[in-house]
């Protein structure tokens, strides 16, 4: 990567015309594209991608799906979320074949393979939902960034609910009427998430916090069988164990919403974290985290009821 100005000979023309029609923004040359980044307040900035108002620069606005792909190696104020959650999709696609792997040396039940499928899946999906999402915020055609935040959502919705169902399965093995009543819960609340997230004009700004809600309320669903089951089962060192990684999912989810919702920390200093270290780079480190340390818990939950032979 190098900046505008390095690139000599017949080439130069090109590029002051370039520079003609993007003044006032940043530009970066890049694999022999010239790569644009704009101000908050430069009129072709579309008001979709101006939700926080305390970034206020480092944004892509009319790129190619090319220039967006050559925007994964740059610096801009949406690359800590592409690669944050690009990395996670990696690291929990290795760690699903860790985890089918021991599937496969416990002889693990097709319903087994299937509950953690849908849950593997789920990681995944949020992870590379989110990172696509993020890649192709700033392209030219509006309706191709409307379904890439459509899939950011239906990734969150699916994540939510496929993170209930392991813990679900077996925390409840013995009581089937709970079990089958908090799942079909669980698939109601994320079936009202995707369809928040089908509908247009609910992804419009002023609809953000109705959003956030949705999410949160769903999310804290999860409560309700957590809460039943710890005050069902007995306490012991394993068990607790289980609860303090369910705990701590729930601490970091809510860590990170209180981060993005607040707007911290570029609230207090606008400009001044457009690239590192907002609010919304903070949500995807949280996000990730929580998502691991559930994966974990649910991985141990499943190793020690093989061990009990699933006794009731």
């Not at 900046?3 to 130069?12: A, I, N, Q």
């Not at 409307?146 to 994540?159: C, F, N, P, R």
Request: aromatic fraction near 18%; proline fraction near 4%; charge should be negative.
């Amino acid at each position: 990567m190098r900046m505008l100005g390095s690139p000599k000979g017949e080439d130069d023309n090109k590029i002051r015309e370039d520079e003609k029609d993007v003044e006032d923004s940043n530009l970066i040359y890049m694999a022999g594209v010239l790569l644009p980044f704009y101000n908050r307040d430069d009129v072709c900035v579309p008001e979709y991608m101006k939700g926080n108002p305390y970034i206020l620069t480092g944004y892509r606005a009319c790129y190619t799906t090319s220039m967006c792909f050559r925007s994964l190696f740059a610096l801009h104020n949406e690359t800590i979320n592409v690669w944050s959650h690009g990395v996670g999709l990696i690291l929990f696609g290795v760690l699903s074949i860790v985890l089918f792997d021991a599937l496969f040396f416990y002889n693990a039940e097709f319903a087994h393979y299937f509950i953690y499928g849908i849950f593997c899946f789920g990681c995944m999906m949020c992870m590379g939902c989110s990172s696509i999402y993020h890649l192709f915020l700033g392209h030219k055609n509006s309706l191709l960034s409307s379904l890439m935040e459509q899939l950011d959502y239906y990734g969150i919705s699916v994540l939510i609910v496929a993170s209930f169902l392991p813990p679900l399965y077996i925390g409840f093995y013995c009581e089937p009427f709970f079990q089958a009543l908090y799942m079909v819960c669980a698939c109601v609340f994320g079936g009202l998430c995707l369809a928040m997230a089908a509908l247009p004009f609910l992804r419009d700004a002023k609809f953000h916090w109705l959003r956030i809600m949705t999410y949160v309320a769903t999310v804290m669903c999860g409560l309700v069988p957590t809460t039943h089951c710890f005050l069902s089962t007995p306490h012991n060192a394993e068990t607790m164990q289980t609860f303090v990684g369910m705990f701590l999912m729930f601490l970091f989810y809510g860590i990170g919403v209180l981060f993005y919702c607040l707007r911290i920390p570029e609230r207090f200093y606008p400009g001044e974290f457009d690239f590192f270290l907002n609010s919304h780079q903070i949500w995807h480190v949280f996000v990730l985290v929580a998502a691991c340390v559930h994966f974990f818990t649910c991985m141990s939950i499943y190793q020690k009821w093989v061990l009990s032979r699933g006794a009731c």
